[in-house]
């Protein structure tokens, strides 16, 4: 089969989607699909984080991070939070997002997340666009409907989100403004 030589990217999809909540004072939340799994023993995992990102400044300050896995019905929420920044509005206000104390971190967790990842910085990289940020994982909560019988995470019990190949590189599934994501927001949540 013939192959096509394209410019150099990374838009490989689909690309898993997380929050990834950050801050311990004053707590933030984003989306992120720039997520690996990098080391099995010790369990380490890596987000990729761009610079003027108002979590980025939070995760550098408190040197730990929450991953937290969407279901498929937290789309809009996952596109709300990944637009709009913390630096301006309080996206858990907004939104409706629930925090619950983390086990062994100050950064709070997503509770209406099923999994959560709790991991504390050990390494940077800066990497131009962005910082990789590796997590050593220090706890894992999950629902027990995503275990499988081996009582290991199954993705695929989970739903998730996953971002597909129509997708504009860092913008959400389809074509909004800032003001009509935010009234869509408001509208599920009084719906």
Do not use: W
């Amino acid at each position: 089969m013939a192959k096509r030589l394209i410019q150099p990217n990374t838009t490989f999809y689909p690309a898993a989607v997380a929050l990834i909540t950050t801050g311990a004072d004053r707590p933030n939340v984003m989306t992120c699909n720039r997520i690996a799994s990098c080391s099995a023993e010790p369990a380490r995992l890596s987000i990729s984080i761009r610079p003027a990102r108002y979590s980025h400044d939070l995760i550098r300050s408190t040197g730990e991070f929450v991953l937290n896995l969407p279901t498929p019905g937290q789309a809009l929420l996952a596109d709300y939070v990944g637009v709009v920044s913390g630096r301006e509005e309080d996206k858990f206000a907004n939104s409706g997002l629930r925090l619950a104390s983390a086990s062994q971190l100050k950064t709070p967790l997503l509770a209406d997340c099923p999994v959560n990842v709790e991991c504390a910085v050990e390494r940077e990289l800066d990497l131009d666009s962005h910082t990789l940020f590796i997590g050593r994982v220090l706890a894992v909560r999950v629902e027990e409907s995503v275990l499988d019988a081996n009582g290991d995470v199954d993705l695929s019990r989970a739903g998730g989100i996953a971002y597909g190949c129509g997708t504009v590189r860092e913008r959400p599934t389809y074509d909004f403004t800032v003001d009509s994501l935010r009234r869509e927001v408001r509208s599920a949540r009084a719906g």
